[in-house]
C-alpha cells in the first residue's frame, strides 16, 4: 500500500495547494529516497484518499514494518518532519508569499501562513482533536476550558534513550530560536524540519512569527526574537506589542510575565503570544473607570475579572506606551500589607505585569494585569497563585493564555472526572485521594439521583468554578479598595 499512499499524499498536497502539477515527480522521488524506494509502478491501482496526518501516519507505520526507522517517538518524529518538508517551499519562497499577500491585507498573509502550517502536519491537528474542549458560563462570562490531550506519550525506548543521552548538544539554543527552523531534530529534541517562520521586523530589531504546533485557540501564533534573550517585560514591550496589532489589526498579541511563578514555561527567550481568538476577558466590561491626570487621552478603567487588570484605551499608540510603562514602574515599587503585596523580599523582586494588547477598529488597548510571585509558609507555591484547595484541579503557573480565561488542564482529569461522576451517578466512590474532599462536596450538594447528562452538566459547570477560583486567588487585589490604593499612587 506504501505506492497509494504517497500517491493520495502528493494528491492531496495539489489539491491544498502545497505544491503545484510540475512539482509531483521531484516530491515523489525525494519521498522514495526517504522510504528507501527503488522502484515506482507506472500505474498505481487505487489511491489512499485520506488526510494529510494520517497518510503520513500511515507511512511511518509502513517504515516502521520494513525497519527504515525504528518504532521509537524521535525516529517517528524525525520522519514525519522530513517527509512533510518534500511539500514545503525554502524559508524565502513562504516569506516572499507572505509578503505579498500582505499587500492586499494582512488577513490574506495570516491565512496563507496558517493554512500552509496546518496543512504541511507542523501544527498537530490529529494531536489536537484528541484535547477535551469546552465552555462554561461564570460570572465573569463563557469561560474555555481545554483537558490537554494533544501532546503523546514517550514510550519506554524513548525514555531510555533520553536517559542514556549526554546533554552536551546546545544547537539550537532553546526551542523558540531561529535556528529550529529546518532543523530534522534528535532525541529529547523536537523535529522542525517543516518548520518556516515569517519575519517581522519591529521596532528596528528581528522578530519572527510562528504558529504553535500544539494550538489552544485559533491561529495560536508566537512571536519571538531573533536575539536568544531573556523574557522581559518593560517599556519596549508594550511598544512592540502595540505596534504588531497595528501591522495586523486582526490579532491579539499579550506576553507572558518575566518572573517564575507568573511568568511562562520559557523565560529564557524573549516572546509572545497572539491570534485570531476573542477569550472571554476581551469581552470583560468595565468595573470601574479611573483618570490618569498625565495622560488625559487615554480611558483608563478596572475591568470586572478574577484577577486584576487594569485596561488602557487610546488612538495612538504613544501614550499607551508611557502610560503603561508608568504603571509598570510604579507596581514594580509598591507595597501594600494591607493587601499582602511586597514589592520585595530582600533584593529578590515579585511585582510584574503580563500585558495584552489589542486594535479594536483603530481603538488600541492594552490590558495590564498585575502579577506577584512572593511565597509564604502557608503558600510556598506562591501567595498569589492557585492555593492548595484546587490544586487537585490545577497547580500550574497561570500564564498568559488561562489569564485570559482559557484553562489548560492536565491529561490525568480525563480520567478522574470519570470516576466523579460515577460518585455523582451513585455506581462508585472511588475516586484519587485528592479529589476525595471534592467528590463529598458534589455528593452531599447534588446527591445521586442524576442520570449521565445531569452530571456531565454538573461536572463541567465546577470544573468552571474552580478555575474561577485559580485566577481568583492569582488576582493581587482582592478588594476595590485595595486596587483603589494603587490607583491613587500613579496619580501621585
Known sequence: MIYQHITGLIQIA????LIEPADQFFVRNRLMSLLGLENFPEA??????DTIPNLVEKIITYAIDENVIQNVF???EI??????NCFVPMPSVVNA????KYKDSPLAATDYFYNLSKNNNYIQLNRIAKNISFKVDTQYGQMDITINLSKPEKDPEQIKREFKMKHANNYPKCLLCIENEGYSGRTNYPARANHRVIRVPLLGESWYLQYSPYVYYNEHCILFSEEHRPMKIGREAFERLLTFTEKFPHYFIGSNADLPIVGGSILSHDHYQGGNYEFAMTRAVDDFSFDLKDYPAIKASVIKWPMSVIRLRATNIRPLVKAADNILQTWRGYSDRLANILAYTEDTPHNTITPIARNRDGIFEIDLVLRNNRTTSEHPLGLFHPHADVHHIKKENIGLIEVMGLAVLPPRLKEEITDIQKVLLGTSNQVADYHSEWAKQLKAKYGTRLNKEQADSILL???GKKFVRCLEDAGVFKEHEAFKRFIHALNK
Do not use: G, T, W
Open 14 to 17: 495539489l489539491e491544498v495547494k
Open 44 to 49: 498505481v491501482d487505487s489511491i489512499s484518499m
Open 74 to 76: 524521535d525516529d517517528k
Open 79 to 84: 520522519l514525519a518532519a522530513n517527509i512533510m
Open 97 to 100: 508569499a507572505f509578503e505579498q
Open 461 to 463: 459547570d465546577e470544573l
